[in-house]
């Protein structure tokens, strides 16, 4: 149930970010999750898009080195400690998440967050099955449409 990530590479310089957002949104394309990272000259911004095809092309087509990956994205309780409701049950598996970041839409009719995860490759089909089988809610293209 993997949803598609979108990760490029910025120049970590104001205004960057707004740039991408404006080719983004004049493209009709949403960002539904992100996270931003820097170190010395670069940047980089991973994200879900509501429609990951249109926004990996309108990118390209303006010269950003783009990669994709698949991601996951499952709801966690909306309370102290729901997130480790899905962390311990990847603990004791033995998963490592390599990073986590937040949706910035929810579901409207639950009181839940929605987190996006980044799994090495090899863990990915492991981690969906434990996290069903802790009765962790996981989203997938349906995410695009939030």
Request: charged fraction near 25%.
């Amino acid at each position: 149930m993997p949803v598609k990530e979108i990760n490029l590479v910025l120049k970590n310089e104001p205004g960057q970010l707004s740039l991408v957002s404006d080719i983004l949104g004049s493209s009709g394309v949403n960002i539904i999750a992100f996270y931003v990272s820097t170190e010395g000259d670069e940047g980089s911004l991973r994200f879900v898009a509501n429609d990951p095809d249109r926004a990996t092309t309108v990118l390209r087509a303006r010269g950003y080195r783009i990669r994709t990956e698949e991601v996951i994205a499952c709801e966690t309780p909306n309370h102290p400690g729901g997130l480790n409701s899905i962390l311990k049950p990847l603990k004791t598996e033995g998963i490592n998440v390599n990073y986590i970041y937040p949706c910035l839409s929810r579901l409207a009719t639950e009181p839940t967050a929605i987190l996006i995860l980044g799994v090495a490759p090899p863990d990915r089909d492991r981690t969906v099955a434990v996290l069903r089988d802790n009765w962790i809610r996981l989203l997938d293209e349906d995410l695009y449409r939030l």
